[in-house]
């Protein structure tokens, strides 16, 4: 049977018009008239798989992102269509995706994400003081005569920014701006509690949320893939390590390790014998008391931390030092710490010393001049990078700061990349020069990790990761 040429291009164009998805998410609004409710405009979609306290569900032209902390729903609908009837009325607010006005932030922790995506010329309002954003490109859109991103006023949020402008006008002056916050409803508040979340990955896979809010859902679970897929492979050697450990300098059981194989352990007792033992202990800012780990309550990030780099965090609720703060929650005196910590590989403070420990701790100093980690020089703080930016990045680069204490431990494997660290700092015998985040060159750059590729020392499969993320031309789309 022979086809006339129209004929053909008939069908194709049949074909074409026939299909019931979009081929990627739309980065745009719609154009009202030309909307096919029957057709699907999110092909690309997420789903939690380690998070318990959200979920997307999808419906052609809308979709639905449920908050399970403070059971409220959100309704996101493709700009440019209207919900079906009767679904506004079954949850806490609508929303137009993507977003037509940008977004608001309540927390640093936000910040990454957003830059992460490509989209920090979104973030068009801050509730706070924008003076606590380490990130030199969000910092320099929050600051200046020409200030992209409003300081806004809220009373009902932590570090208030009294000078801010107050919420209200915010929103009058941006009706369609979504603003995250922990709780509160209306005029597009969405909340946000991923801080909830138990383990890292749960955490950062709200990652893929703040991805939907502007239908990048496709780079979200890029992005959420590749993070997680490092986290693992580093995971990996430290067990790897740990098992196989040839005598690198870095190993600092390596020693303990012989020792115990002249006196016959087993392979078991000598795994567990070699576990670099960390210490997680600061000094609670208002008195001469010790805040230590605790693992027991939930999975603490560090405990887990502690655990994928086959090392034992050493935590304790035994301190005889009521929190004030959190009843049920106990500090360590110095005597209690000098006891506890004396044996740990590593100290961790998980805070920013400001000059070199012997005289900022030094009225405690003399406990601890004994501690294994402090005659070993094994002391550190979080202010490898500087600013604030151990409690602005660390959720979303928890694959570096594994890279870091895995490094600290000695059970990360560097023979092929060297790891630079970007959170802990050394502290002994003198303290490294603490990082600074330098000034943003170019506000529209593409963000990439700071992670070290990871290569899996465990020869059969071989997995590679690029250390930077190569993000799509999508950013290039978002000029809207
Ligand atoms: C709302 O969240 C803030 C922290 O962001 C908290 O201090 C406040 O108590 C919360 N309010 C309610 C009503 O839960
Ligand atoms: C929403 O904003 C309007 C002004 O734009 C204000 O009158 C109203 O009180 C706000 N509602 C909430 C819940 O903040
Ligand atoms: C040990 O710490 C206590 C404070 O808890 C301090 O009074 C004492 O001087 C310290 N000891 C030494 C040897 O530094």
């Known amino acids: 049977m ?4 129209a004929t053909t291009i008939f069908q194709v164009i049949a074909l074409a018009s026939s299909s019931s998805a979009a081929e990627s998410n739309t980065f745009k609004c719609l154009d009202a008239d030309e909307v096919d409710y029957s057709k699907d405009y999110f092909p690309d979609k997420i789903e939690p798989t380690y998070s318990q306290l959200w979920e997307m569900t999808y419906h052609k032209t809308y979709k639905i992102f ?7 729903s959100y309704a996101l609908y493709q700009c440019g269509t209207e919900l079906p009837d009767g679904v506004a009325e079954q949850h806490t607010d609508t929303i137009a995706v993507p977003l037509q006005d940008g ?6 922790t936000q ?3 957003l830059e992460q995506l490509g989209l920090r010329r979104q973030i068009t309002g801050y509730l706070g003081n924008p003076a606590y954003i380490s990130s030199p490109c969000v910092s320099s859109l929050a600051s200046g005569d020409d200030t992209k991103i409003t300081p806004v006023y809220d009373d009902q949020q932590g570090f208030p920014n009294t000078a801010g402008t107050p919420k209200l006008d915010f929103i009058a002056n941006n009706p369609d701006v979504m603003i995250l916050k922990a709780n509160d409803t209306g005029n597009n508040t969405v909340n946000w509690n991923a801080y909830v979340e138990n383990g890292n990955k749960a955490t950062y896979e709200w990652h893929k949320v703040m991805g939907a809010f502007f239908n990048l859902e496709k780079l979200a679970n890029e992005q959420f893939q590749e993070i997680g897929d490092r986290y693992d492979c580093v995971n990996d050697n430290a067990n790897y390590l740990l098992e196989h450990s040839t005598s690198t300098s870095r190993n600092l059981r390596t020693a303990e390790k012989e020792e115990s194989m002249v006196e016959g352990d087993s392979e078991r007792k000598l795994s567990e014998l070699q576990k670099p033992k960390v210490l997680w202990a600061t000094k609670i800012w208002n008195g001469p008391y010790w805040d230590v780990a605790r693992c027991d309550e939930e999975n603490e990030y560090y405990c887990e931390f502690a655990t994928a780099c086959a090392s034992e965090l050493l935590h304790s609720n035994d301190g005889s030092i009521e929190n004030y703060y959190t009843p049920g929650d106990y500090h360590m005196t110095t005597e ?3 006891e506890f910590g004396k044996d740990a590989d590593v100290w961790i403070i998980p805070g920013f ?3 070199e420990l012997s005289s900022v701790y030094s009225e405690f100093w003399g406990n601890f001049t004994d501690f294994k980690s402090v005659q070993n020089g094994q002391v550190y703080d979080v202010r490898a990078k500087g600013g604030n930016n151990w409690f602005e990045s660390r959720v979303a680069e928890f694959d570096v700061v594994l890279q870091d204490f895995c ?4 059970l990360y494997d560097d023979s092929s990349v060297q790891h630079e660290r970007q959170y802990f700092r050394k502290l002994l015998p003198v303290a490294e020069e603490p990082g600074d985040l330098g000034t943003c060159e170019d506000v529209d750059a593409q963000w990439e990790s700071v992670a070290s590729e990871c290569t899996s020392l465990n020869g059969a499969s071989s997995m590679n990761v690029i250390a930077s993320v190569v993000i799509s ?3 290039a789309f978002y000029l809207f």
């Open 2 to 5: 022979k086809l006339s040429f």
């Open 66 to 72: 449920k908050n399970k902390v403070t059971d409220t």
């Open 103 to 108: 977004i608001a932030l309540s927390a640093t």
């Open 111 to 113: 910040v990454p994400q």
């Open 336 to 338: 209690e710490l000098k």
């Open 353 to 355: 010393i400001y000059g």
């Open 407 to 410: 490094e600290v431990v000695g």
């Open 473 to 475: 031309v999508i950013s």
